[in-house]
């Protein structure tokens, strides 16, 4: 499922100054989420539900060998819930929804190269 994230994200980008930059932002922070969360679950890890990465993100055991920049976690974490409250915050622009999907492609790539090749299908 995170792989259909990180296709509406790209997707989404190749509209240029159209695109619906919160969307990509979102649906890049689920790309990771979810990968994380696979991840677990092939290490047979129990996790809260959370959108917080850095939390799932601390409990992928470190024999996986995923590698992930927690700044680049906490940033992707806040796309996730920000945007569906009102208040203070202010929707992203082209420049951030680069940064999220290039942190997602980052992150997706390294969760995939921790994975076994069936369950990536």
């Given amino acids: 499922m995170g792989e259909v994230d990180f ?4 997707h989404e980008m190749l509209r240029g100054d ?15 989420e979810k990968y994380l969360k696979a991840l677990l ?11 917080d990465l850095e939390v799932l993100f601390g409990m992928v055991p470190n024999a ?6 927690i700044a680049d976690l906490n940033l992707l974490s806040s796309y996730a819930v920000e945007g569906r409250y009102p208040g203070d915050w202010e929707l992203p622009n082209r420049e951030e929804a680069d940064a999220a999907l290039a942190i997602a492609r980052t992150a997706r790539d390294a969760a995939r190269k921790c994975l076994p090749k069936e369950s990536l299908a």
Wanted: charged letters at 15%.
């Fill in 7 to 10: 296709d509406v994200a790209s």
């Fill in 18 to 32: 159209e695109a619906p930059f919160s969307a990509v932002c979102f649906h890049a922070q689920q790309c990771v």
């Fill in 41 to 51: 679950v092939h290490h047979a890890v129990d996790f809260p539900k959370t959108h």
């Fill in 64 to 69: 996986s060998g995923l590698k992930l920049a």
